[in-house]
């Protein structure tokens, strides 16, 4: 996921020497500590996927929006649902840019050859982690496929590189729209087949009351039941209404699925879950998703927004002002799903738009607003301690990344110590904890001993076609970085 | 790396880098990377693609023109008449070759384009240009699809599986025709895991209505068994109401096919990028092997097009034979098939269309070598150079043709008759393409697309001198 620098600390403190004329030091720490910060705070959205906080369980919480349970449900989505992902993205975009701006070297692959490569590794390493570390809703396939749709726009100018994120914004919520507007229809079918039935019910009452079976019935005999796609129609909107409502036996297949002790049976659960993510959501809603968010990191490298090149104040106005305006539709978005899972029926007869209907306004603002800060935060020099430990894990943001998916993987399925389902809410955000905790050591650690995390060491192999050293030595200082952005 | 080595195939003469060549137009090329010009154009790669282009129309007629059952009703009928014949050749000899041959076309393309060029230090790299080109080829799949309302679109698959490709150009051909087969290998995995997963729920069918014969009552997994066979063999058989419904959409206006194709399309599409790409990515890369050989540009020797001719069709139509009297005719009796058969026909399909597709470029190859009938082998080379704009053009012609909001002939003519159509688009498409290139350089949806990827618009009229 990383356009993973691999000696920041190098940079830092080589500072703005010409060692490697291309790097901007700067942007390799605030990358570094955005794609940590995104990295932890994806977890705690992550988690009720691996856990079992299931969406049918979130309903139930919206049911009856009261309670601990459900503040804190809601506060956790309205601050990082969708906006720590956002956050990797806009990242990773910047890394793009960052990437291919790099001279050529003579001899060797160009950038934009070395980016592919990277990649397609990047996609193969996404695919490990969704199919064989049983990660359903990786990132790192779809980053990886983005990167290479996008990269061709390295050289757009800002204002175009804005313009197509508001665009893909604007097309992500018209997905969302659409969506609910095949609802709409599908509403629309139901109202006249049940009032098809009822007119059938009526005739054949007024048949019966006559007693003249014969004549008068005739006309009504041709329609008197409902054709296939009628009762087709009925029960579409059905199956829309039940799908909204919290039930309270849907999640057990899923639980018992996801304790079994067998890996095999475990991946044969899982497998099409992750494949559905990679096809159809990709092709749906990923990619207007994702290229919002890379989009407009292409475009803030271009204003040195991650050289902190913004005044300090700029960096909070900004900070303060989208995330203001993010909380605002994202309150929208709780105000009017609670309203939706009351009774869908009135709602789609109320509202013209459905309630998600901002959503990817509100994480584009809240992940802009959150880079923002971050960068307030390093200009400023504010928590410096704190930014250091999540760089050096967003340093490692590949291994980490990884490791995540196997921690939860053994410790939620059955064929590690089965806890799926059995955890609360709150308790899940436990296991998060101890995660960020022991990923801060093990990457300060790391660090320490070594130039870049295992599987970055590995990626970065794999792209040169050639070893590298691994260990860190003083030496090592002059080389310039082949991966670093 | 030395280039001429990787590329034997091409004449010596032919200078690779473009911006030698001594065309005036050429001298912007120095800002970049600039689309083949006339003078690097292969004349027996286009002649082939012509071919291909012309011979994919034979695939997809049935797509436009009629409603599926017609297979249905074809094979369950009576084997002595025109359109049983019309369907056993088209199965025998051509069932998955033209696009075969197309996509090998591609994958050689590719080459052509990106070690054409060379980066500079100012403008497009090689590799954005490449991208951009397919960026844009995979949105004109997308308005082939969902604009002329083509499903059987293939631009969109091209244009992204061309991105895996990039990376892969300049890798030595026995590692490009072992990867491509690995990916028929892996295409094939699918196939049989999808094939047993239908054999497991007949057996389980079959267990359930035995139970149920024995007079025991059945267990709700045992029903749900039972239940799951009987839809997916509905699924499979034609359905008389949905036939009928099918055949009044299409005869219908624009707006009603438009919303028609909306859910197919987008269901097509988001599934054949993930899980179909694996025999046009197969194809490709073998494509892209036999061009660094030569195999397409007319450096190999006569005889080993005669052998490869020999090999192609001597093993490819008896395969493709067997595929379409077994397979085929086997397939409309479902059940019956599966209780039969321990692995499906549908296992041949990739061994099938490399034997013939290279059979069918090694006897283009042998008859331009004869130089037999020199004005049938430009005339093609034309088609071929504006594959792009001919292919659109199908989609265009045979939509107003076969739809509603055109002149409505959907599920109108018999199967046999469809290839009159074939033969009159072909007629069209030749005439067109030749003097359509008398004036211009390239295509017109070419010219566009081209524009387009470079982000200015390309010169376009012949100038005199290269006339």
């Not at chain 1, 059995?422 to 955000?429: E, F, I, R, T, V």
């Not at chain 2, 009044?248 to 206006?253: C, Y």
């Amino acid at each position: 996921m990383s356009n993973n620098p691999s000696e920041p600390e190098k940079d830092l403190h080589v500072g703005g020497s010409s060692l490697s004329p291309n790097a901007a030091p700067a942007n390799v720490f605030s990358l570094n500590t955005l794609l940590g910060i995104g990295l932890f705070g994806a977890l705690l959205i992550s988690i009720w996927v691996f856990g079992g906080f299931t969406p049918n369980m979130q309903t139930r919480l919206l049911s009856s929006p009261k309670g601990f349970e459900f503040r804190l449900y809601s506060t956790i989505s309205l601050l990082f649902e969708g906006k720590m992902i956002a956050l990797i993205a806009i990242a990773f975009g910047a890394g793009i840019v960052l990437f291919l701006r790099k001279h050529n070297e003579p001899g060797k692959p160009s950038r934009a050859d070395l980016f592919i490569r990277r990649q397609f590794w990047m996609i193969i390493l996404g695919l490990l982690n969704a199919v064989i570390f049983l990660w359903t809703q990786d990132v790192l396939f779809h980053l990886g496929i983005m990167g290479i749709l996008l990269f061709a726009f390295f050289r757009a100018s800002n204002r175009n590189l804005i313009i197509a994120s508001v665009l893909t914004t604007m097309i992500f919520a018209g997905k969302h729209y659409w969506n609910y507007a095949d609802d709409q229809v599908a509403y629309k079918k139901y109202l006249e087949v049940v009032a098809l039935e009822k007119k059938i019910k009526q005739d054949s009452i007024a048949n019966t009351a006559r007693k003249d079976p014969t004549a008068a019935a005739r006309p009504a005999m041709k329609r008197d039941t409902l054709t296939k796609d009628q009762k087709n129609d009925k029960q579409a909107w059905e199956g829309i209404v039940k799908s909204v409502k919290y039930d309270p036996k849907k999640d057990q297949g899923s639980i018992k699925e996801m304790r079994k002790h067998d890996y095999e049976k475990i991946y044969d659960h899982l497998l099409p879950l992750a494949q559905s993510r990679e096809a159809q959501w990709t092709y749906r809603l990923g990619i207007w998703d994702l290229a919002s968010m890379i989009f407009l990191g292409m475009a803030l490298v271009g204003y040195g927004f991650f050289s902190a090149r913004l005044k300090t104040l700029r960096y909070f106005l900004l900070a303060f002002a989208a995330i203001a305006a993010g909380l605002l539709l994202g309150w929208y978005r709780f105000y009017f799903q609670i309203e939706s899972i009351r009774d869908y029926e009135k709602f789609v007869i109320n509202h013209a738009l459905p309630f998600n209907i901002f959503f990817s306004f509100e994480q584009g603002l809240m992940a802009l607003g959150y880079t923002s800060g971050v960068m307030g935060l390093i200009k400023a020099g504010i928590l410096k301690k704190v930014l250091r430990s999540l760089s050096s894990v967003g340093q490692l943001a590949m291994t980490n990344y990884i490791f995540q998916s196997i921690a939860c993987t053994l410790f939620f399925t059955g064929f590690g110590m089965g806890y799926f389902g059995k955890l609360d809410q709150h308790q899940l955000y436990f296991v998060v904890v101890e995660i960020w905790i022991f990923q801060v050591v093990f990457s300060m650690y790391w660090m320490r001993h070594f130039r870049e995390g295992p599987i970055e060491w590995i990626w970065r192999c794999l792209t040169y076609g050639k070893w590298f050293p691994l260990r860190r030595q003083i030496q090592s200082i002059d080389e310039p970085s082949p991966i670093a952005s | 790396m030395d280039e001429t080595k990787l590329i034997p195939a091409i004449e010596p003469s032919l200078p690779y880098d473009g911006r030698i060549i001594l065309n005036t137009d050429r001298i912007d090329g120095e800002k970049g990377p600039a689309p083949v010009s006339r003078v690097d154009r292969i004349q027996t790669v286009d002649i082939i693609r012509g071919v291909a282009l012309l011979g994919i129309l034979l695939m997809n007629i049935p797509g436009f023109g009629i409603d599926r059952s017609v297979y249905f009703a074809i094979l369950e009928g009576p084997t002595n008449n025109r359109d049983y014949y019309a369907f056993a050749g088209m199965a025998t000899f051509f069932e998955g070759t033209m696009r075969g041959l197309f996509s090998m076309l591609f994958g050689a393309g590719m080459i052509l384009f990106t070690l054409n060029k060379k980066d500079s230090p100012l403008g497009l790299s090689v590799a954005e240009a490449y991208y951009r080109r397919l960026l844009w080829l995979v949105l004109f799949g997308m308005i082939n699809a969902y604009v002329l309302l083509w499903p059987g679109d293939i631009l969109f698959y091209y244009g992204l599986i061309g991105m895996l490709l990039y990376p892969l150009r300049k890798t030595a051909p026995k590692w490009l025709l072992l990867l491509g087969v690995l990916c028929f290998v892996v295409g094939i995995y699918k196939g049989m895991s999808n094939y047993q997963e239908t054999r497991e729920k007949r057996a389980k069918y079959l267990t359930a209505v035995a139970a149920e014969k024995k007079k025991q009552t059945l267990t709700e997994e045992q029903k749900s068994d039972k239940q799951t066979w009987v839809e997916m063999e509905k699924n499979f058989k034609p359905d008389p109401d949905e036939v009928k419904k099918n055949v009044s959409k299409m005869r219908s206006g624009y707006g009603i096919i438009f919303d028609y194709f909306i859910p197919r399309n987008s269901n097509n599409e988001a599934w054949g990028m993930y899980h179909g790409i694996w025999d046009m990515l197969g194809m490709m890369l073998i494509g892209m092997g036999l061009f660094t050989i030569g195999f397409f540009s007319n450096r190999l020797p006569t005889s080993t097009y005669v052998m490869t001719l020999l090999v192609g069709y001597g093993i490819g139509i008896p395969i493709g034979w067997i595929f379409f009297s077994q397979g085929w005719s086997g397939f409309v009796h479902f059940p019956q098939y599966v209780d039969t058969y321990r692995a499906p026909h549908w296992l041949l399909y990739d061994l099938k269309r490399v034997l013939l597709s290279v059979g069918h470029a090694s006897a283009i190859m042998l008859v331009f070598k004869s130089r037999a009938i020199p004005w049938l082998m430009s005339g093609l080379a034309n088609v071929g150079q504006m594959a792009f704009t001919n292919y659109l053009m199908q989609s265009i012609i045979c939509t107003i043709f076969f739809y509603g909001y055109g002149f409505g002939n959907y599920n109108k003519l018999r199967f046999y008759e469809l290839y009159f159509v074939v033969g009159a688009v072909w007629i069209f498409q030749l005439i067109f393409s030749a003097i359509w290139l008398r004036y211009f350089r390239f295509g017109p949806f070419e010219w566009i697309w081209r524009s387009l990827t470079y982000w200015k618009a390309q010169p376009m009229k012949v100038r005199s001198a290269e006339k």
